[in-house]
């Protein structure tokens, strides 16, 4: 189900408008595509023949799918990381002009290029997206407990001031689907990495979380929007750990710029 309200501290919910494509029907973050010319943005759906689990298939099947998927959004290159629940960040401008590049681990890429779509896959934990639209900078982060809790957002943020000289007051950045407050409990071993001394387990919105360290760095409210989608109350469009268990798939959330959509763009509406 949708949830009818925003998560905590967030100013604008949004919920990614479902797309019937081939050959992976997606979640489309319009808000994003419709402001800035050129944008993709948005998560896979958890259909028949979509899981972007590395671990759960060979190699040959994981790499076709990716580069499928780059296609059907007019990407030449499609960019992805090992994840393995950290805070390194890479760029991905290294990239080839065409085909699949992998930077080794990491759990977020940032780019200052155009045409290549940046991945990271996704099950409950929070995909980051992060735009700077005058110098067509992007970043996509993976968010999990511990990314979050160990500073993914602000290594990120750090990751762009340094590669491109982006300030976090230039930046939009969207949440987009995951677990939500309501489905996520935790114990307190996990509460205490932050900062909260809670003795029994209770729920953490990532999201929230997320919105609340985003604001503190210098994201600007008014450029933060969040998913509406709750990756465990809607096991029937996504995949959710807490869901289906260890037997739970992997959605591929994407960002990329596509040059040749064209060059001028506008700030996202109502800013």
């Given amino acids: 189900m949708i949830s009818e309200e925003a998560p905590p501290n967030l100013v604008r919910p949004v919920t990614e408008r479902r797309s019937t494509e081939t050959p992976f029907p997606l979640y489309r973050l319009d808000s994003w595509e419709e402001a800035f010319e050129g944008v993709a943005a948005g998560v896979t759906e958890a259909a028949v023949d979509a899981d972007f689990s590395a671990a759960r298939q060979d190699a040959w099947t994981f790499l076709d799918r990716i580069e499928g998927l780059a296609g059907q959004l007019g990407f030449p290159t499609a960019v992805w990381a090992r994840q393995v629940h950290g805070v390194q960040v890479c760029s991905a401008d290294a990239g080839p002009p065409r085909g699949f590049f992998s930077p080794g681990e990491a759990d977020g890429l940032v780019a200052g290029r155009e045409d290549l779509l940046l991945l990271v896959t996704v099950a409950d934990c929070v995909p980051i997206y992060l735009l700077e639209p005058r110098s067509h900078v992007i970043g996509l982060l993976h968010a999990g407990w511990r990314g979050a809790a160990a500073g993914i957002l602000q290594r990120g943020l750090d990751a762009m001031r340094a590669a491109y000289g982006t300030a976090p007051a230039d930046l939009y950045l969207h949440l987009g689907p995951s677990i939500c407050g309501e489905c996520y409990e935790v114990g307190p071993e996990v509460l205490s990495h932050f900062g909260r001394s809670d003795r029994h387990a209770v729920r953490l919105d990532l999201r929230a979380e997320l919105a609340r360290q985003a604001g503190t760095l210098?994201?600007?409210?008014?450029?933060?929007?969040?998913?509406?989608?709750?990756?465990?109350?809607?096991?029937?469009?996504?995949?959710?750990?807490?869901?289906?268990?260890?037997?739970?798939?992997?959605?591929?959330?994407?960002?990329?710029?596509?040059?040749?959509s064209g060059s001028e763009f506008e700030a996202i509406r109502g800013q």
Avoid: I, K
């Fill in 218 to 260: 210098g994201v600007q409210r008014g450029r933060m929007s969040a998913s509406s989608w709750c990756t465990r109350c809607d096991l029937d469009r996504f995949h959710s750990h807490r869901g289906s268990g260890e037997s739970a798939g992997r959605m591929a959330a994407f960002l990329g710029w596509n040059q040749a």
